[in-house]
């Protein structure tokens, strides 16, 4: 690993230089963080899972049409990427208030909105990723009115999509956090879903019984952490330690 140029070292993760010009090694870490640092933790196995999970999720978003920085996973916790600019924007799609919508608007944890919302914060740790608006975005130059026009109409179909593929192995997608990158190919440009999609970043309740299945496990000190990611992979078809013989996807609730 030591040989490698490292490119960026995030608090889950390192991006590091790839084999091609173009790509980069996107690496997964067990470290935990919340509060923008103030709480810090190792969930053994975390980059593992993470690595598998996302893997899975940004295959079947590139199988629907949604272009994605993924390229393939190279082995346990790290997978090839395509080199993207980053957008400093954190998007957030809601379909159930919980985390800091509700403590923000006084919204009961659990209750359904009564339509998607969108939300933006602007990515920095100095700042603490404060919410913004998309009148910030366009007038502070973060992104050009047609780059955020679709990454609105990405999150919108991710949104779709993840919520029945969830919902198809009995997991509610209470909300998640996306983030968007350029991706450059000749005199083109187009804006690509990056990052990871895991439970690191998104709320996942089980839906019979309401019980997370995600990161604030972490955040609210609940415990089994390791065993609600190792569930939402088992759940998806990609736990590990099942085997190659048992990868075949998800499985459908009775
Ligand atoms: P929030 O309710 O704390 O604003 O979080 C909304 C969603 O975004 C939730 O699924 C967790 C995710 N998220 C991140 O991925 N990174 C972050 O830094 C924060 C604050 C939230």
Redesign the pocket.
Known sequence: MSRRRKVYEGKAKTMYEGPEPGTLIQSFKDDATAFNNEKRGTITGKGVLNNRISEFLMTRLNDIGIPTHFIRRLNMREQLVRQVEIIPI?V?I?NVA????SKRFGIEEGTALPRPIIEY?YKSDELG?PLISEDHITAFGWAAVQDLDDMVALSLRINDFLTGLFVGVGLRL????LEFGRLYTDEDMQIVLADEISP????LWDTKTNEKL??DRFRRDMGGVKEAYQEVARRLGVLPEAGPMDLKGPRGIQ
Do not use: M, T
Request: aromatic share 10%; hydrophobic share 25%; charged share 45%.
């Open positions: 954190e957030v809601r919980a985390g800091s919508i914060y990723d209470i909300d998640f956090k690191d970043n998104c709320r995600d990161k």
